[in-house]
């Protein structure tokens, strides 16, 4: 057991100290009953902890099992330690996203339990055994393709849910695509996750890990729409494909030249208002007038090369949707889909799963080729 269980555990044990508030109106202060300490939460001492699975920018993560139910779940632990005034912004987030959300191929959110102390909060997660990330990096045997089939058309499912709702997940990767032992993917790591409107509003560029960040968010531009996904999901059905990551720049130029090199060089008849973004005036962009994205994926069918395509346009508004990806032809020729109950199951990566939050590229730097 780690130090910090232990102190938990002792903390636990002793008698709680009462808590007392000052009255709003009025003088003097009011406590509040031992039975009501926690609200309507649970306490995270009905839970069992296993073993830590990971640790990632907003919180360490646990394997644990609930006590009442006898269920296996994730226990994730909210990241407090530069917190002056409550919970971070990036969970307060990702809880309202998630409670909101019910999906087959989004991460469940069963509830929020406390610990003894008020920044001792925890997210009770449904349990995934594997990451993708840390299959690409064991697996003997790649995928083939109608497995990549598979773990693609639940991703895009997720998403089609996520953005007809109005929500831009923003950190799509291998890494946040979890998966069951029956097969099943979900999409998970909402930290980052945003909702938007029309017309949208500027946001932040510096999201989504840069291997998967989109070109538009590379030269400067702020006003944000699912499209950025999008291109996300073009990589990793690439790195699923390829069995290795398509774009691993190690900078955000590199990143560009790469992106350049399979696509070839952007231009106003390709992307209209391309010259006035933001930061192409800081970039000097080798010219390029070929896509390469066939000689790179040369066994690739035509349908496969016009979906693959289709993603990577350069222009966010000509680019595949959800659902565009969906009615994909990709998906009804051989080989097809297979079922996600027929998926290989990896019983000797159980419970090894590193969770990973980060918007670097620390996690993927561990799979990239010299």
Request: proline residues 6%; glycine residues 6%.
């Amino acid at each position: 057991m780690a130090d910090g269980d232990r102190a938990e555990a002792a903390s636990a044990e002793s008698e709680l100290e009462p808590l007392r508030f000052q009255r709003l109106w009025g003088e003097g202060y009011f406590e509040v009953p031992a039975s009501e300490r926690l609200g309507k939460c649970r306490s995270v001492k009905e839970f069992e902890k296993l073993n830590r699975i990971g640790e990632g920018t907003y919180g360490i993560v646990y394997r644990a099992r609930d006590t009442v139910t006898d269920e296996t779940v994730a226990l994730k632990k909210v990241r407090m330690d530069n917190e002056k005034e409550g919970m971070p912004v990036s969970s307060l987030r990702e809880i309202t996203l998630l409670l909101e959300l019910q999906h087959p191929n989004i991460v469940e959110l069963k509830e929020v339990v406390v610990g003894n102390h008020l920044e001792s909060i925890f997210l009770v997660m449904g349990y995934c055994e594997q990451d993708l990330a840390s299959l690409l990096e064991n697996m003997q045997t790649p995928f083939s393709e109608a497995q990549v089939k598979c773990i693609i058309l639940q991703v895009l499912k997720g998403l089609q849910y996520l953005h007809e709702r109005y929500i831009i997940h923003r950190d799509l990767k291998v890494s946040n695509l979890l998966m069951t032992d029956k097969g099943c993917v979900k999409i998970a790591d909402f930290g980052l996750a945003r909702t938007y409107g029309m017309p949208p509003q500027p946001m932040t560029p510096k999201v989504v890990t840069l291997w998967y960040r989109a070109p538009e968010l590379l030269l400067g531009v702020t006003t944000q729409t699912t499209s950025i996904d999008m291109w996300a999901v073009g990589c990793i059905l690439a790195e699923l494909l390829a069995h290795k990551p398509l774009l691993p720049g190690t900078s955000e130029i590199h990143q560009i030249d790469l992106i350049v090199q399979l696509l070839g060089t952007p231009n106003e008849n390709i992307w209209p208002g391309f010259s006035k973004l933001p930061l192409v005036s800081q970039y000097t962009l080798r010219k390029q007038p070929y896509n390469n994205l066939k000689h790179k994926f040369p066994w690739l069918s035509e349908a496969g090369l016009r979906l693959l395509n289709f993603l990577f346009m350069y222009d966010p508004k000509k680019r595949a949707t959800a659902k565009d990806s969906l009615d994909s032809s990709y998906f009804k020729e051989k080989p097809l889909p297979c079922e996600p109950e027929l998926m290989p199951t990896f019983p000797h990566h159980r419970n090894k799963r590193a969770a990973s939050t980060s918007t670097g590229t620390e996690t993927q730097a561990k799979r990239a080729k010299p």
